[in-house]
């Protein structure tokens, strides 16, 4: 890195001029012998030229004179490409009349094809129905659910402490949309939670809530219940405050 970089940039922040976090930049830069943009060589040159005096570098235009190298373009004209003799056109010959007899042949042979193919897929039609028709037991459409004929509900730990999630799942056998209205007791009976949740299309439900609140100022055995259209569930978990 020239000397001159670095003295400037040293002289330009002793006296305080420019930006000096950009300056202490350049100057670890010239110091580390790195690479200095051009961005960053203008900047301190044009400061140079502002508060140190330094004169504006003039860049000396080299004037040439115009090679006349336009004399020297050949004026030969180029050799006229021979081109190949046009070929004459030829003109279209009439068509051959096709016989009467060939084409009374190719009617009869579509006709044959077409027949062909309409008994194929009449009969693959006849063996797709007969087909259809041979199990004659329907099944039930109806969603099936992974418990069809039980009813249930469970927390995915078996006890908790103050502020911890509780996750609460359960399977029903009503169907799917149903609601299942859900509730939480104390050990002292009281209700300290509840809310509706929908049966999905598996017949399970589930929902999370969190341990603390109203009704939650005490340890003991909390009883998480599940109420559907005509069936009750239950289960219990231990809290600890």
């Known amino acids: 890195m020239p000397d001159s970089i670095l003295d400037d940039v040293q002289a330009l922040m002793d006296k305080e001029f420019g930006d000096k976090r950009i300056l202490e930049q350049i100057l670890r ?12 060589r203008n900047y301190v040159r044009k400061l140079a030229e502002k508060h140190l005096g330094k004169k504006p570098i003039v860049e000396k235009l080299v004037s040439e004179k115009p090679v ?4 020297i373009i050949s004026t030969v004209t180029p050799e006229p490409i021979p081109q190949k003799p046009l070929q004459p056109i030829q003109t279209w010959s009439k068509p051959t009349k096709i016989s009467k007899t060939s084409s009374k ?30 199990p004659t037991i329907k099944t039930d459409q109806t969603p099936k659910t992974s418990s069809s004929s039980s009813f249930s509900i469970k927390t995915d730990q078996s006890s908790y402490s103050t502020g911890d999630i ?7 056998k009503i169907s799917f ?7 939480i007791k104390n050990s002292d009976g009281v209700l300290v939670w509840t809310e509706q949740v929908n049966v999905k299309r598996d017949g399970e439900f589930t929902t999370l809530t969190f ?13 998480i219940i599940a109420q559907g259209e005509s069936e009750t569930a239950s289960n219990t978990f231990s809290f600890r405050k």
Do not use: R
């Open 68 to 71: 006349e190298a336009q004399k």
């Open 211 to 223: 341990a603390g609140g109203s009704g939650w100022e005490k340890s003991g055995t909390f009883t």
């Open 105 to 134: 042949n190719t009617k009869v042979l579509l006709g044959i094809g077409l027949a062909s193919l309409l008994i194929i897929v009449i009969a693959a039609v006849s063996m797709s129905e007969t087909s259809d028709l041979t």
């Open 166 to 172: 509780i996750s609460i799942t359960g399977s029903s």
């Open 29 to 40: 830069a010239a110091k580390n012998d790195e690479v200095i943009s051009n961005f960053e």
């Open 177 to 183: 949309g149903s609601q299942i209205e859900l509730s």
